[in-house]
């Protein structure tokens, strides 16, 4: 079992800079690939960023590619998104999930965890 808890949303203007991070209990969070979702109002959820295992494959959304990067602190049970260059239609309630399966995969399928979001607002 792990418990995800997102923190770093917040209301920012066009432009600026924003860092999410998701706190993962448990002894096994290295075994997990992490990744991070959103989800618009009226909209579904969709892909954001992942990474696996060890930090070596990140994909991303291309909405989002260049713009935010993905990372982990396997020694702190911590994944970080760090978004610049934020635009209005990055508005959402973001989410951390955790896989099992180890692999950074853009389906949402694969992962068995998720936190409860953290909101990020961009006004223009």
């Known amino acids: 079992q792990v418990q995800l808890v997102e923190s770093g949303g917040g209301l920012v203007q066009a432009g600026d800079s924003l860092r999410l991070s998701c706190a993962a209990s448990?002894?096994?969070?290295?075994?997990?690939?992490m990744g991070w979702f959103r989800q618009a109002p009226g909209k579904e959820r969709e892909f954001v960023a992942a990474v696996d295992r060890t930090g070596s494959n990140t994909p991303y959304a291309g909405s989002v590619k260049g713009r935010f990067t993905i990372s982990r602190d396997n020694a702190k049970n911590t994944v970080y998104l760090q978004m610049s260059s934020l635009k209005p239609d990055d508005t959402a309630l973001y989410y951390c999930a955790a896989a099992s399966f180890g692999i950074a995969a853009m389906a949402q399928r694969y992962y068995d965890y998720w936190g409860q979001g953290t909101q990020v607002t961009v006004s223009s």
């Open positions: 448990g002894r096994t969070f290295i075994s997990y690939a």
